[in-house]
């Protein structure tokens, strides 16, 4: 799927995509008219661009598989816009000069953390194949577990598995450190 | 074992606050694509979910949306394959109408009347079926067509009280969206240029029902209309400035 077919088949004017997306903005219009998504067009492009770098390769149904993304990404755009303007209504009920040195920029003791790195972990997982997707979970589930079990569960080599356990850690260490997380 | 220098995820837990609630992202991840989540996130959102009411109304909101979202594509889909049946009805309406059109000519011919009408009030559309000598069924028919007649249209529901800012400024327009009116009504608008607007009014099928052309801020409707939801365009130099929608006899 290239980004041209996947724009005029699905995000252009008239199609499921565009329509999914103006349907949530204007079913959210209230919110996002007070955000930087003030148009229906800027919701759909965040949306598009969100979906470029989808690994299009692992994917069964596409259309399936891009409306339900779709969906989700407008509710995840609609939680961001919606603790962003807490954060400013937060930071401007403080008093000038009495404001707590604290980037209003999630940190990783923000009590919102938590839903945006499960977002990022999920969103990482999705783009892999079945069998990395149980083995990402295998590493939530039972970290204790042992992976010759599951070695032998999924009837692969041990070894195997350990190469694929180092490229998705790799993987997944690009894509947090992309989004602001340090790991050592 | 694994390895503590193999699991990147060995200090995950991003459920673990005491105060935390999961966002509409979150809950829509745990809505669409539930088989995907690990166990352990699987049972956090799940059971966070049984006992919290504000989380409870997003995640009805998330799945209200879902119907919604559904209905749009999958009128979406259907549109592509059923083109080719509409072109195939297109093709045999021409073909009757043409047959009728030769049968009529005469008259038209000598009546000296066949111009078109713009502010016509032949209601050959949206007709409610003749009523029958049971009152019980005709009653039932005429309810259920009724809610068809209210049946609001997605296609042009996307764009309700939008305005097109390059062709002009248009303000102040009457009715206003969603309002229940009664024949005859007037629909007002301020229009900041001299070109001249024209109104069009559509039923839910996108079907025109009424027009006026060369107007300047107002119009009245005469048009007898039959109960339902009905939707008004503003053109302006053949392109449209602004959509609005209205009720006749809205059910209560």
């Keep these: ?27 959210n219009k209230n919110v996002f008219e ?30 399936n598989y891009i409306h339900r993304s779709v969906k989700i990404q407008c509710w995840t755009v609609l939680s961001r816009v919606k603790k962003r303007s807490l954060l400013h209504e937060r930071f401007s009920e403080e008093e000038y000069g009495s404001v707590p040195i604290k980037s209003a920029v999630a940190s990783p003791s923000d009590e919102y953390d938590g839903n ?54 790799k993987a997944l260490a690009v894509v947090l450190h992309e989004r602001g997380y340090f790991l050592k | 074992m694994i390895m503590e220098n193999d699991n990147p995820l060995k200090h995950y837990d991003p459920f673990g606050g005491s105060d935390w609630h999961p966002d509409e992202g979150v809950l829509a991840r745990f809505f669409y694509e539930k088989k995907m989540l690990s166990n352990r996130d699987f049972k956090a959102i799940d059971d966070h979910l049984k006992t919290c009411g504000s989380c409870q109304a ?69 007709k409610f079926p003749e009523q029958k000598k049971e009152p019980v069924a005709a009653n039932k028919m005429a309810n259920q067509n009724q809610i068809v007649f209210f049946e609001p249209n997605p296609a042009l529901e996307d764009f309700i009280g939008q305005t097109m800012r390059s062709i002009g400024d248009i303000r102040d327009i009457r009715p206003q969206n969603g309002t229940n009116v009664k024949i005859p009504f007037q629909i007002f608008w301020r229009n900041s240029d001299t070109n001249s607007c024209a109104v069009v009014i559509l039923n839910n099928r996108n079907e025109i029902m009424w027009s006026k052309h060369d107007l300047d801020s107002t119009v009245t409707v005469t048009k007898p209309l039959l109960p339902g939801l009905y939707y008004w365009k503003l053109l302006k130099k053949s392109s449209m400035v602004f959509m609005g929608k209205f009720y006749i006899n809205a059910l209560k």
């Design chain 1, 116 to 169: 945006e790195l499960f977002s990022i972990i999920h969103d990482f997982k999705k783009n892999q194949t079945e069998l990395d997707q149980e083995l990402l979970n295998l590493l939530i589930d039972d970290p204790e577990d042992s992976l010759i079990y599951f070695a032998a569960q999924k009837k692969q080599n041990v070894n195997a598995i350990r190469t694929r356990l180092h490229r998705i850690r």
């Design chain 2, 58 to 126: 997003v995640f009805e909101n998330i799945k209200s949306f879902e119907k919604e979202g559904n209905n749009l594509t999958n009128k979406a889909s259907s549109i592509t394959w059923s083109r080719y049946l509409i072109a195939a009805c297109i093709v045999i309406g021409i073909g009757i109408s043409s047959l009728l059109i030769s049968r009529n000519t005469r008259h038209q011919i000598t009546s000296n009347d066949n111009l078109p009408n713009v502010d016509s009030d032949s209601s050959s559309y949206h």
């Design chain 1, 1 to 27: 799927m290239t980004p041209k077919k996947l724009f005029e088949d699905f995000f252009s004017e008239g199609r499921s995509a565009f329509k999914i997306i103006s349907l949530f903005f204007y079913t």
């Design chain 1, 34 to 63: 007070k955000s930087e998504f003030d148009q229906p067009d800027d919701l759909v492009h965040h949306v598009y661009n969100s979906l470029l770098n989808t690994s299009w390769e692992n994917i069964r149904i596409i259309e």
